[in-house]
């Protein structure tokens, strides 16, 4: 591994923690600044998400008082870097805790593209397998 390469795949490693540190904490502008102008999360069971707006949208209305908590792991399984580009493949636990409500776990892969501008990576493509809910496990 080159020391580009490695310096590449410490950034990668860096932006996952920021984003699942600002997605716990309901940052949307630190996971704004994570992002592409033109982002587009592929989910199962719903249309493409596409642009920094409609996410934005989407993370402040989970972010709302009286909405659930996040809380989550991304366990990183491979990064790939070709030049400006990267993909990085997850493996993603995110637990919800409703208000009044019992807490459900859904888990699954992610692959992710990121683009790097300016010099710093930003996530420009996901697409999310998280499967159906599973019972909590712990608490």
Do not use: C, Y
């Amino acid at each position: 591994m080159t020391a580009a390469m490695h310096e590449d795949e410490r950034a990668i490693r860096d932006l996952v923690a920021a984003w699942m540190t600002a997605t716990k904490a309901g940052d949307v502008e630190a996971v704004l600044a994570l992002m592409t102008e033109d982002v587009v999360f592929l989910v199962t069971g719903h249309p493409p998400m596409i642009g920094k707006a409609a996410f934005a949208q989407a993370m402040r209305a989970q972010s709302a008082p009286g909405s659930p908590a996040f809380d989550g792991t991304s366990e990183i399984r491979e990064i790939n870097v070709a030049g400006d580009w990267a993909s990085v493949w997850t493996k993603l636990t995110v637990t919800v805790t409703p208000p009044a409500g019992t807490p459900f776990t859904r888990s699954g892969h992610t692959l992710s593209v990121l683009r790097k501008e300016n010099g710093r990576w930003r996530l420009a493509r996901d697409a999310n397998m998280l499967s159906a809910p599973e019972p909590f496990a712990g608490g």
